[in-house]
């Protein structure tokens, strides 16, 4: 049984040996020439303002997020029913539209207003306002795993109900949602890539823009290829980080 | 005056009344030991003492300062009532040592080192100098919750309430807990413990209160009222608690 499925795999390999026009693949795809070509702007210029993007947008996101959550539990209703409204429209829109709304829509509405940091403040903003959305969900699920004896012990040696939530509830909460977070510190560091629907010039490219320009500039997929090894060099390590982190913290709690 | 006034206290959840008009005085360094069947609202009127629980009617004054009007900072008011919990709500990410700061420090703005000299202090006198640097769940449930005592405290407090604080503890590690607020009540601590230990009611308590379904039944000198209760529900209660394999089948009211 297991032999016929070997037999499968080995008649594949052997065809698409035999079938391949190695050299048109090498030189299209693996073309050493073009790749060193790409160095070291791919680095100093793409991946450097991808993480700039990323960065910059998940701190937007983190900070809105814990905003969203805390509002979500809140006692005051119109505040739950803004975040439970957030929440739900920035969940159920595509990224790229959001990409779309602050890069072209946001100009046509308010002509001559500039968001701070020109195209890097637009990919911040548009990234941290997607994120702050799931990064809400997440946070809020993490404060409500917090015990509220945690709470009650904090409020009855005095603190106020913002002190207790930031010295003794947060702090807890975070711990158990810095794997859920560093997934999606992962998942927009692809997004990020939306920012070249913004209308980037030559600096700010980041690192899909960088790989598409070169590639249409030199008529060779190549450059494709060298940005996406840029994202998994990245993308893999993190992801496995998280993975290592949640299983360490299965560990802790027992 | 009193330490603890308490006058024609309510308190409902929803449609269920749990107390059903309490008046209690508690002298400064009196020890009462509230004592009662569950459900009879003994902890939630512990809990209405700090506004842990809202109360729905009457007022509560504590150390001269009614808790119950509307204006008060109920923040400060607090500041000066310790509180034990059953299952001590020790903040897991902090040390013993920093358990025992983070509120000197964050609410009474004490210096570190004031902080840290207190803290030192409060843990020498529950016997557990040597654990300052160990984490809540490297302790004994017995450890945790005499850290819990030297926490609450540290906030030099004029009053102490404890929620039932032996009732999550192995029978072996009572002892330890009881021996320490055995101690505080002879330097003169203002304490009502809600427990169902009676050797510690009869030996400490220079008042034990018995309640049953939100109203206090009877009160008086823990020799009289553990001894040769004057009410039907109280013998049965102590019947019960004193030698529970004798409560036979048609006593049990469920």
Not at chain 1, 186 to 193: A, E, G, I, M, T
Not at chain 2, 181 to 201: C, N, P, Q, W
Request: glycine share 10%; proline share 5%.
């Amino acid at each position: 049984m297991l032999g016929g499925e070997y037999g499968i795999f080995v008649a594949a390999v052997v065809l698409v040996v035999a079938l391949a026009d190695w050299h048109s693949l090498h030189v299209n795809f693996f073309n050493w020439s073009v790749a060193k070509g790409l160095f070291p702007d791919i680095i100093t210029v793409g991946l450097r303002n991808t993480v700039i993007y990323t960065v910059t947008g998940f701190a937007l996101g983190l900070v809105g997020g814990l905003l969203l959550a805390l509002m979500r539990l809140s006692s005051v209703l119109p505040y739950r029913w803004f975040a439970m409204a957030y929440i739900e429209v920035f969940r159920g829109l595509p990224a790229l539209l959001i990409f779309i709304f602050v890069g072209t829509g946001i100009p046509l509405a308010f002509p001559g207003t500039e968001l701070p940091g020109g195209v890097y403040g637009q990919a911040a903003a548009a990234l941290g306002l997607v994120s702050a959305a799931y990064m809400a969900e997440t946070i809020r699920a993490g404060l409500e795993a917090v015990p509220p004896g945690q709470a009650e012990a904090a409020r009855s040696l005095g603190m106020s109900r913002f002190r207790a939530m930031r010295t003794i509830v947060v702090p807890q909460a975070f711990r158990v949602v810095i794997p859920p977070l560093t997934n999606e510190l992962v998942l927009l560091f692809k997004d990020s890539s939306l920012a070249l629907f913004i209308g980037v010039s030559l600096t700010q490219r980041e690192l899909t823009k960088f790989g598409r320009d070169l590639a249409s500039q030199q008529g060779n997929t190549t450059p494709i290829l060298v940005a996406g090894l840029c994202y998994l060099l990245i993308t893999i390590p993190l992801g496995y980080l998280a993975r290592r982190l949640e299983a360490r913290q299965k560990r802790g709690r027992r | 005056m009193s330490a603890i006034e308490i006058r024609g206290l309510r308190k409902t959840f929803g449609t269920l009344e749990v107390l059903s008009g309490i008046d209690l005085d508690v002298e400064s360094g009196e020890v009462v030991c509230v004592i009662g069947p569950s459900g009879s609202g003994k902890s939630t009127l512990l809990r209405c003492v700090n506004l842990l629980e809202e109360p729905s009617g009457g007022t509560v004054t504590v150390d001269g300062v009614e808790l119950t009007d509307p204006d008060v900072d109920i923040d400060a008011a607090r500041r000066r009532i310790g509180m034990v919990f059953q299952s001590f709500n020790l903040f897991p990410h902090l040390t013993v040592l920093g358990n025992v700061t983070v509120a000197q420090r964050k609410v009474l703005k004490r210096d570190k080192a004031e902080a840290e000299r207190v803290a030192r202090a409060n843990l020498e006198r529950v016997g557990l100098a040597d654990k300052v640097d160990s984490y809540p769940e490297k302790l004994s449930g017995g450890q945790q919750q005499r850290v819990a005592i030297a926490r609450a405290l540290a906030m030099d407090p004029r009053v102490m309430l404890f929620d039932e604080p032996t009732s999550a503890l192995d029978p072996e590690l009572v002892g330890d807990v009881l021996g320490v607020m055995r101690g505080l009540a002879d330097e003169g601590m203002t304490m009502v413990v809600v427990t169902h230990e009676m050797s510690f009611a009869r030996e400490v308590a220079d008042r034990v209160v018995f309640m049953d379904g939100g109203v206090v039944v009877e009160q008086g000198a823990p020799d009289r009222v553990i001894a040769n209760p004057e009410h039907e529900r109280t013998r049965t209660f102590l019947a019960r608690v004193l030698d529970p394999a004798a409560a036979r089948v048609g006593e049990v009211d469920g």
